[in-house]
């Protein structure tokens, strides 16, 4: 639904049945039709754990589920602009339920061996819905009459009614169950996905702790408030998340996603070569995304995000130095669309150019910053601060994917070339931000990335940081690590020799600080 979501409108805007129909929208009136699945998705977002906390996390995906379907048979039925965009205001809204409840709820009820594989598979999925739809929407395009886009929209339904039916048969977070002290379902669950139902099997029991300890962060974090993250401890990391959110939408990458035609259209390409040529970058999302689920985890987080911006840069600019060189202006418009105001001379060979650098900047995209920032956001904060600081850098991420929409269109009929070297500058910005600002957190637990907050070591040098904190012990003298963590106890032992440990912590106060 989510891949629905982001190329619903891009098989769309190039063909003739569209434009015909909704009086060929200008390029404002087409950025508010593009934007107002983002808008949606904003307010959904940040509505959402309200209802999942409260009410659950199946119920919350059955909202998000219902919203879709209701907003797709608006769009499928829609009579002008006005009534499509407030369907795409529904449907977004139930992405924005579905982007910030579907991973929690995966991440709550997968083992601990497998969580960062299921947490890959979302963004996976997201790049296959995407090649989908268009796919979808280049097939209805052969239809003639209105039934091209409203079969095309209309088909959007069929995920929510999968997800409706299927969210049925799935057991509820054990984690909102132990939150509700319903404790016997949740052994039961976790056995169930764990070991078959065997309670007694080891991997339940630790399953079981873990929940245990974050219950007890819950409750701790219900009087953490949204003020809070910017208290000196967090402020840096509320910073970080929200310029990694804002960054990937700024790089340039969403104008390919939602306006690829008329990129290929300043190329030279119209009709049916235009959404052939098109529908090859979203094939290379999806190729380029899966081996990038073992990729990050094998080199680091900043490598991967400060290389994909020096490429992103390299491909942005050389599309504006092509396009500046190359094409020839269209005051009248392109293939009727008078948002596209140049375009390069039939069978140049600089427009294979172009495509070439579009495809190259999905390449370099895909496996850096388009998988890298949810994975990247997921683990700055601490157990108390992540439920606030993750619906704000995620609400940050559709705020300027809304932003996107509505400006691309003018930015392409007003500056036309000149909208590259914009996205070329803000990904050079956030490659020497990312530098400089964002730390190494592959291979560090959930306290050692907090600890390296507070010591205030430079980005550059966190990959490599070893930080010394206070071991906790139980009765007899079994070290747990923090608040239990046997993983980071673990990784200790196998560090250098020398290692300060510190005094066992006994209270309850003092773990809790």
Same mark, same amino acid.
């Given at each position: 639904?989510?891949?629905?979501?982001?190329?619903?409108?891009?098989?769309?805007?190039?063909?003739?049945?569209?434009?015909?129909?909704?009086?060929?929208?200008?390029?404002?009136?087409?950025?508010? *039709?593009?934007?107002?699945?983002?808008?949606?998705?904003?307010?959904?977002?940040?509505? @959402?754990?309200?209802? @999942?906390?409260?009410? !659950?996390?199946?119920?919350?995906?059955?909202?998000?589920?219902?919203?879709?379907?209701?907003?797709?048979? *608006?769009?499928?039925?829609?009579?002008?602009?006005? &009534?499509?965009?407030?369907?795409?205001? =529904?449907?977004?809204? !139930?992405?924005?339920?579905?982007?910030?409840?579907?991973?929690?709820?995966?991440?709550?009820?997968?083992?601990?061996?497998?969580?960062?594989?299921?947490?890959?598979?979302?963004?996976?999925?997201?790049?296959?819905?995407?090649?989908?739809?268009?796919?979808?929407?280049?097939?209805?395009?052969? *239809?003639?009459?209105?039934?091209?886009?409203?079969?095309?929209?209309?088909?959007?339904?069929?995920?929510?009614?999968?997800?409706?039916?299927?969210?049925?048969?799935?057991?509820?977070?054990?984690?909102?169950?132990?939150?509700?002290?319903?404790?016997?379902?949740?052994?039961?669950?976790?056995?169930?996905?764990?070991?078959?139902?065997?309670?007694?099997?080891?991997?339940?029991?630790?399953?079981?702790?873990?929940?245990?300890?974050?219950?007890?962060?819950?409750?701790?974090?219900?009087?953490?408030?949204?003020?809070? /993250?910017?208290?000196?401890?967090?402020?840096?990391?509320?910073?970080?998340?929200?310029?990694?959110? &804002?960054?990937?939408?700024? #790089?340039?990458?969403?104008?390919?996603?939602?306006?690829?035609?008329? *990129?290929?259209?300043?190329?030279?390409?119209?009709?049916?070569?235009? +959404?052939?040529?098109?529908?090859?970058?979203?094939?290379?999302?999806?190729?380029?995304?899966?081996?990038?689920?073992?990729?990050?985890?094998?080199?680091?987080?900043?490598?991967?995000?400060?290389?994909?911006?020096?490429?992103?840069?390299?491909? /942005?600019?050389?599309?504006?130095?092509?396009?500046? $060189?190359?094409?020839?202006?269209?005051?009248?418009?392109?293939?009727?669309?008078?948002?596209?105001?140049?375009? =390069?001379?039939?069978?140049?060979?600089?427009?294979?150019?172009?495509?070439? #650098?579009?495809?190259? +900047?999905? #390449?370099?995209?895909?496996?850096?910053? !388009?998988?890298?920032?949810?994975?990247? #956001? @997921?683990?700055?904060?601490?157990?108390?601060?992540?439920?606030?600081?993750?619906?704000?850098?995620?609400?940050?991420?559709?705020?300027?994917?809304?932003? /996107?929409?509505?400006?691309?269109?003018?930015?392409?009929?007003?500056?036309?070339?000149?909208?590259?070297?914009?996205?070329?500058?803000?990904?050079?910005?956030?490659?020497?931000?990312?530098?400089?600002?964002?730390?190494?957190?592959?291979?560090? $637990? %959930?306290?050692?990335?907090?600890?390296?907050?507070?010591?205030?070591?430079?980005?550059?040098?966190?990959?490599?940081? =070893?930080?010394?904190?206070?071991?906790?012990?139980?009765?007899?003298?079994?070290?747990?690590?923090?608040?239990?963590?046997?993983?980071?106890?673990?990784?200790?032992?196998?560090?250098?020799?020398? %290692? =300060?440990?510190?005094?066992?912590?006994?209270?309850?106060? @003092?773990?809790?600080?």
């Amino acid at each position: 639904m989510f891949g629905f979501d982001i190329s619903s409108m891009s098989s769309m805007i190039g063909t003739k049945k569209y434009k015909e129909y909704f009086s060929h929208p200008n390029a404002t009136a087409q950025g508010g *039709i593009t934007g107002a699945m983002a808008a949606g998705s904003f307010l959904g977002s940040l509505l @959402s754990p309200n209802f @999942s906390d409260t009410f !659950g996390r199946k119920l919350s995906l059955h909202i998000c589920s219902v919203l879709w379907i209701a907003g797709s048979i *608006i769009q499928s039925a829609a009579q002008d602009e006005a &009534m499509l965009i407030v369907g795409r205001v =529904i449907a977004g809204m !139930g992405v924005g339920f579905g982007s910030s409840v579907a991973p929690v709820y995966c991440s709550e009820i997968s083992p601990p061996k497998i969580r960062g594989l299921i947490s890959g598979l979302f963004q996976f999925s997201i790049t296959v819905g995407i090649m989908l739809l268009f796919y979808i929407g280049y097939a209805c395009h052969f *239809i003639n009459g209105t039934a091209s886009f409203r079969l095309t929209w209309g088909l959007q339904m069929i995920p929510g009614f999968v997800l409706i039916v299927g969210t049925l048969f799935l057991p509820e977070s054990p984690r909102w169950l132990a939150n509700h002290d319903r404790w016997e379902e949740t052994i039961q669950i976790v056995a169930n996905v764990v070991s078959k139902g065997d309670v007694e099997d080891e991997q339940v029991k630790f399953q079981l702790e873990e929940i245990k300890e974050q219950v007890i962060i819950d409750a701790q974090a219900k009087n953490f408030g949204f003020k809070d /993250l910017w208290r000196p401890k967090t402020r840096r990391k509320i910073i970080v998340g929200i310029c990694a959110q &804002m960054w990937q939408q700024l #790089c340039g990458m969403n104008v390919m996603m939602y306006y690829i035609v008329y *990129i290929f259209n300043m190329a030279g390409y119209t009709g049916n070569s235009n +959404l052939v040529a098109s529908s090859i970058q979203y094939v290379l999302f999806v190729l380029v995304t899966f081996p990038a689920l073992f990729l990050i985890d094998k080199i680091g987080r900043r490598p991967v995000l400060v290389a994909g911006g020096v490429f992103m840069f390299s491909w /942005l600019f050389a599309v504006a130095g092509l396009l500046a $060189t190359y094409s020839e202006p269209a005051p009248q418009g392109v293939d009727g669309d008078t948002t596209v105001t140049i375009r =390069i001379p039939d069978k140049h060979k600089s427009a294979k150019g172009v495509i070439a #650098c579009s495809y190259l +900047l999905v #390449c370099s995209f895909a496996p850096t910053w !388009g998988i890298g920032i949810w994975i990247y #956001c @997921s683990k700055i904060f601490n157990n108390m601060e992540r439920a606030k600081g993750s619906a704000v850098t995620t609400a940050t991420n559709w705020a300027f994917n809304f932003a /996107l929409a509505m400006f691309v269109p003018s930015a392409f009929k007003n500056i036309s070339w000149k909208t590259y070297i914009i996205f070329g500058v803000f990904s050079v910005a956030l490659t020497v931000q990312c530098f400089f600002m964002f730390p190494e957190t592959r291979g560090k $637990t %959930l306290e050692e990335i907090d600890q390296m907050w507070v010591d205030n070591i430079p980005a550059w040098k966190t990959g490599s940081y =070893i930080p010394q904190l206070p071991i906790i012990e139980d009765e007899e003298g079994n070290k747990l690590g923090l608040l239990g963590n046997v993983e980071y106890v673990e990784r200790i032992n196998s560090k250098e020799e020398g %290692l =300060i440990l510190q005094s066992s912590v006994t209270d309850s106060n @003092s773990q809790s600080n």
